[in-house]
Every structure is written in C-alpha cells, then in structure tokens.
C-alpha cells in the first residue's frame, strides 16, 4: 500500500523549458513535504520542502506546489539545466508522528542540452 | 545541515556472512534513521536508530537480522547479519530534525 505514489518513473525536458515532477499522497495526516534530489553513488540531497499551512513555496529555479484537497504536490524547475538530471524523490512526514521520512519510489529526470 | 560521512561505499560479500556499516554525523543530530533502497524502488526505512536505547524497526525488519546501534548523537551502525542474495541493495544513514534532513551517501552491498 503505497503511502506515496510518483507515478512518472521517468521525464525528459529540453535546457531552458520547464520541468514538472508530480506527487501524490493518500494520508491527510501528513503535514510536511519535501523534494529530494540524488545522483547515481550519491546519497539523496534535500533540495526544497513545504509544510502544509503553505500552498507555494520557491527557492530560486525551484518552486514546489502543495494542493492539500487533492493531496498533491508538485516540484517546478525553471529554467531546467542538464545538472539538473537526477532522480527526484518526494517524501513525507506525519502530524505529531516521530518524524520519519516516507518517500515516493522516485522520477528520473533528463534534461537534454 | 549536517554532514554524514558513511562506509564503507561498497562491498561484494559471501552469504552467511555480516556487514557493518558506519554512520558518522559531524554535529548531534535528533533523529537518525537507516533506509534500504532496492533497484527501481523507493527508500524504505528499516529503523530510526534510538540513542542509548534499542532501535524501533519498521514493519518487517527485526532486530536479530539488521541490529542497529547509537552510543551517542554522532555515529550509529547497522549490520546485516546472516546475509542473502534478498539483501542485496543500497543502504543509507540519515540524520537531522524534521526541517532537514542530510543522507550519506549510500552503501552498496552485493550479496553472491
């Protein structure tokens, strides 16, 4: 049973476009998002989260989109650059919980020059 | 954020046998949990390591195959005991508070 679901297991985008990476949630219980980034040999880097009193939140080229009713978030990169290709996670927290991290099985985006 | 320096980076190791690996934060963390990712899935959390008391497992991971231990706020050990092939996957430390968290970066453990 799938707490978090990314159902995109890939995404190519052109330099310079936008790049949109999706994530779903089932638990209205989670209260903190967040978006990591990790390359091959590398553990996973935080790259930008969101709690849920937000519906926006941008940190430079990315920006990440919570839609509490429809349990959704999106993370937007603009513009996309080929250092940008890696495989993006989204992870989860739970209200009061003991803080642990559930994620997402992940988006591998390319971006191509 | 903190940094964590984890190892070893990789190892081929026989079945049967046990592997530890090493978690070093550079500053005391709250929290520090162990993950498992296997190909094409997502990172599944095996246990948040407890400092100075037993590690709390998630559901299936028990203690006797991946005992966990934190003597203190900067280092925690996970072992895979009595290996299989099944175990064969990447395993990383992560560390931090709820507002960041910082991974290591990976073991890669291959089980023949």
């Known amino acids: 049973d799938q707490q978090v679901k990314q159902n995109s297991p890939s995404l190519s985008v052109q330099e310079g476009r936008i790049s949109i990476l999706n994530c779903d949630y089932t638990n209205s219980m989670f209260d903190y998002f967040l978006w990591y980034k990790k390359y091959p040999a590398e553990g996973p880097t935080f790259l930008i989260s969101i709690s849920s009193i937000k519906d926006k939140n941008e940190d430079g080229r990315f920006t990440v989109f919570l839609n509490k009713s429809a349990k959704h978030l999106s993370l937007h990169i603009v513009p996309s650059q080929p250092g940008d290709s890696a495989v993006y996670f989204c992870?989860?927290?739970?209200?009061?919980?003991?803080?642990?991290?559930?994620f997402g099985k992940g988006t591998k985006l390319t971006v191509n020059p | 954020s903190a940094v964590i320096s984890q190892k070893p980076s990789r190892d081929i190791c026989q079945r049967g046998t046990s592997l530890t690996i090493q978690c070093q934060v550079d500053?005391?963390?709250?929290?520090m949990f162990w993950y498992r990712q296997q190909p094409g899935q997502s990172l599944t959390l095996i246990a948040t390591a407890n400092q100075g008391s037993e590690a709390t497992y998630e559901s299936g991971f028990v203690i006797d195959k991946f005992p966990i231990s934190r003597p203190n706020l900067t280092f925690s050990t996970l072992t895979v005991s009595n290996m299989s092939p099944e175990d064969s996957s990447i395993y990383l430390c992560?560390?931090?508070?709820?507002?960041?968290?910082?991974f290591g970066s990976g073991t890669r453990l291959t089980v023949v």
């Open positions: 500053s005391q963390v709250t929290m």
């Open positions: 992870a989860v927290t739970s209200q009061g919980g003991s803080e642990k991290l559930v």
């Open positions: 992560s560390g931090g508070g709820r507002y960041g968290y910082t």
